[in-house]
């Protein structure tokens, strides 16, 4: 008999043998199966790229047919357009519409106007005497003791000539009649001397003064001073604008209007108003002088 170790070699032989054999056999198996596969993949790439190839020859060739149909086509209108004439589209004609002028009808029968009685009319009403028309430039001049010692007034650089007592001192007024264009009145109101009693007057005489006369107002000398609430208010209704009584010896000339605003106004130690009436004043007959 063997011994054992050798049985066990040729066992273990063997062995290998049988695994190497069937390795071998199922790799050659593995590597028949996968070639086919291998194989027809391969020859789905190639055959994708030929279609491809095909498909972009094919859209060449469609491309290069439509760009020669749209050369045509443009060459054909360009043809057509070129052969086609103008129409001239007929003017149309105006249709003249005749009238006949219809009769004219007879005209009506004149009447006589019957023949009226003469009636005597009455003679015309006199109409009252108004302003001459144009303008009138009037100046007031007036100047304290000191400055001058001046109460004038000018219509048109003429002067109106006025006196009175004690060298006209005190406020001088003359009123000119608006509504006729003549002066009214001139007058002095010595206040400095008398004050009541002038104050008194004074507030008397511009009460009685009209609506809308005109009222010329010069101080001489002096009397503002002495001026009292009630000749303070005569001033005021025929446009001055005071609100009091003035320093002694203080200049004052008013061109106002009875119940209306001053035209002028100023005060001063020498001061000179001036306004122009909107119509003529007819210049005094004779001498206009204070009482």
């Given at each position: 008999?063997?011994?054992?170790?050798?049985?066990?070699?040729?066992?273990?032989?063997?062995?290998?043998a049988?695994?190497?054999?069937?390795?071998w056999?199922?790799?050659?198996?593995?590597?028949?199966r996968?070639l086919?596969?291998?194989?027809?993949?391969?020859?789905a790439?190639?055959?994708?790229?030929a279609?491809?190839?095909?498909?972009?020859?094919?859209?060449?060739?469609?491309?290069?047919?439509?760009?020669?149909?749209?050369?045509?086509?443009?060459?054909?209108?360009?043809?057509?357009?070129?052969?086609?004439?103008?129409?001239?589209?007929p003017s149309?004609?105006?249709?003249?519409q005749?009238?006949?002028?219809?009769?004219?009808p007879?005209?009506?029968?004149?009447?006589?106007a019957p023949v009226?009685?003469?009636?005597?009319?009455?003679?015309?009403?006199?109409?009252?005497?108004?302003?001459a028309?144009g303008?009138?430039?009037?100046?007031?001049?007036?100047?304290?003791?000191?400055?001058?010692n001046?109460?004038?007034f000018?219509?048109?650089?003429?002067?109106?000539?006025?006196?009175?007592m004690?060298?006209?001192?005190g406020?001088?007024?003359?009123?000119?009649?608006?509504?006729a264009?003549?002066?009214?009145?001139?007058?002095?109101?010595?206040?400095?001397?008398?004050?009541?009693?002038?104050?008194?007057?004074?507030?008397?005489?511009?009460?009685?003064?009209?609506?809308?006369?005109i009222?010329?107002?010069?101080?001489?000398?002096?009397?503002?001073?002495?001026?009292?609430?009630?000749g303070l208010h005569a001033l005021q209704?025929?446009?001055?604008?005071?609100?009091?009584?003035?320093?002694f010896?203080?200049?004052?000339?008013?061109i106002?209007?009875?119940?209306g605003?001053?035209?002028?106004e100023?005060?001063?130690p020498?001061?000179?108003?001036?306004?122009?009436l909107?119509?003529?004043?007819?210049p005094?007959?004779?001498?206009?002088?204070a009482?």
């Open positions: 008999m063997r011994p054992i170790h050798h049985v066990r070699r040729h066992r273990l032989w063997l062995c290998l049988c695994a190497f054999a069937w390795c056999g199922a790799a050659f198996a593995g590597a028949q996968c086919p596969a291998r194989t027809s993949a391969l020859g790439v190639s055959t994708a790229e279609a491809r190839a095909e498909l972009r020859d094919e859209t060449r060739l469609l491309r290069e047919t439509v760009t020669d149909l749209v050369s045509e086509v443009r060459q054909l209108r360009q043809r057509l357009t070129d052969t086609e004439e103008p129409q001239v589209m149309p004609v105006a249709e003249v005749v009238q006949t002028p219809l009769p004219t007879p005209a009506p029968p004149v009447q006589a009226q009685s003469p009636v005597a009319q009455a003679p015309p009403t006199p109409r009252s005497k108004g302003p028309k303008t009138t430039a009037i100046k007031v001049v007036s100047a304290g003791g000191d400055a001058g001046i109460a004038d000018f219509l048109e650089d003429q002067q109106v000539p006025i006196g009175g004690s060298n006209r001192r406020l001088n007024v003359v009123v000119i009649d608006s509504s264009g003549h002066l009214l009145s001139a007058k002095t109101y010595d206040i400095w001397g008398n004050p009541v009693e002038e104050n008194r007057r004074l507030a008397k005489d511009m009460r009685a003064v009209e609506e809308d006369n009222v010329l107002v010069a101080l001489k000398d002096s009397g503002m001073e002495n001026l009292d609430a009630e209704s025929v446009g001055s604008t005071l609100e009091g009584r003035l320093a010896r203080q200049g004052y000339a008013l106002g209007v009875k119940d605003e001053a035209l002028a100023r005060k001063g020498m001061v000179m108003a001036e306004a122009k909107h119509f003529a004043v007819r005094p007959q004779a001498p206009v002088r009482r």
